[in-house]
């Protein structure tokens, strides 16, 4: 198994279900403090919602009596094709990718981290979704034959997301 943090960071947040620290209900000032770098940030209709993109991680805000993070989505599929935004990512977290994560790999590093969860799978739509309920994690892992090019093929993972 390929040993470096970016495969950590995932089994983490697949185990965890928190990523840089910070987990569904954080504070706009906690999220402030967990994700350095620029972001591009849209606010939905009505003001209420949010959403930040800080190339490699999107952040779902929404407005109560404060900003709360509702949903995150580690985009792995847009690490391949763009080496900058993986020298940023580690630049601004400190946390080093692989252009390619493979799924078997992901599974053994989540397995010796949280080996009692079962996560749950199901098929969709040329993906296969690996869901840990109790951290409220999907992990969507290409399923359609495709070789790798600047995008994860058959077996690598496409994206992680909480909420």
């Not at 569904?24 to 209709?45: C, K, N």
């Not at 580690?74 to 020298?87: E, I, K, S, Y």
Request: glycine residues 12%.
């Amino acid at each position: 198994m390929t040993d470096n943090v970016g495969l950590r960071l995932c089994a983490s947040l697949l185990a965890q279900g928190r990523v840089l620290g910070v987990g569904l209900g954080a504070s706009a000032s906690e999220i402030d403090r967990a994700f350095r770098g620029e972001y591009v940030e849209e606010l939905g209709r009505g003001g209420l919602d949010a959403r930040r993109d800080y190339g490699l991680i999107e952040l779902s805000l929404t407005k109560k009596s404060e900003w709360v993070l509702t949903g995150v989505t580690l985009q792995l599929h847009r690490l391949p094709g763009n080496p900058d935004l993986l020298r940023e990512f580690h630049r601004d977290s400190g946390v080093a990718f692989q252009p390619y994560t493979a799924w078997r790999e992901l599974e053994e590093c989540f397995l010796s981290a949280a080996p009692d969860v079962a996560l749950q799978c199901v098929q969709q739509r040329g993906f296969l979704e690996y869901r840990n309920p109790e951290a409220k994690v999907s992990v969507f892992v290409v399923d359609d034959g495709t070789e790798r090019s600047e995008w994860p093929g058959h077996g690598e993972v496409w994206s992680i997301a909480l909420g």
